[in-house]
């Protein structure tokens, strides 16, 4: 699952607004001490929705382009508890310091100056995982990173609970 995730630069980030109905977006994130990470700013729909219910999923999906099958992308979807990073913490610092790294340095140095900026952790709670046609799995194990068969009748709220 890590190395299938590691291939994708962004996440697609479902949130529920104050109504309850679903919201979709992408942000580009980082993955460090088995969480993820988001850096988006509070004008955003997704963060005005994460701010009001913590609840979010995560879906990472393989690239139309490099799939053989349209009806069998490769796919992880996560379902987590989020929470806001305090600007300035220690945390704070280390992850945008990651951020840098990975993507457009300058980029995330302008972004930081920009105080409508948050960072978000998102702890994933279960999941799912799908690399094909009949190689469909749970998400599970400690750091909640592993993957395991699914069989007939159990549910993704069965795992590790």
Do not use: W
Not at 62 to 83: G, H, I, M, P, Y
Not at 93 to 113: H, S, W
Request: aromatic residues 14%; glycine residues 8%.
């Amino acid at each position: 699952m890590k190395e299938f995730i590691a291939t994708i630069q962004t996440a697609i980030i479902g949130t529920l607004d104050s109504k309850g109905h679903p919201f979709s977006s992408y942000a580009p994130y980082i993955y460090n001490n088995n969480r993820f990470y988001v850096y988006i700013s509070d004008i955003a729909t997704h963060a005005k929705n994460l701010q009001k219910n913590p609840k979010a999923s995560l879906f990472f999906v393989e690239d139309e382009s490099k799939t053989d099958n349209l009806f069998a992308r490769k796919r992880v979807s996560l379902q987590c508890d989020s929470q806001k990073i305090e600007r300035g913490s220690e945390r704070f610092v280390e992850v945008l310091g990651l951020f840098a790294k990975k993507f457009d340095a300058k980029m995330v140095g302008t972004l930081k100056k920009m105080l409508d900026f948050n960072l978000y952790e998102f702890k994933v709670m279960y999941g799912e995982a799908t690399f094909g046609f009949g190689k469909a799995y749970f998400v599970g194990g400690e750091n909640m990173d592993e993957l395991i068969a699914r069989t007939e009748g159990n549910g993704h709220h069965g795992v590790n609970k």
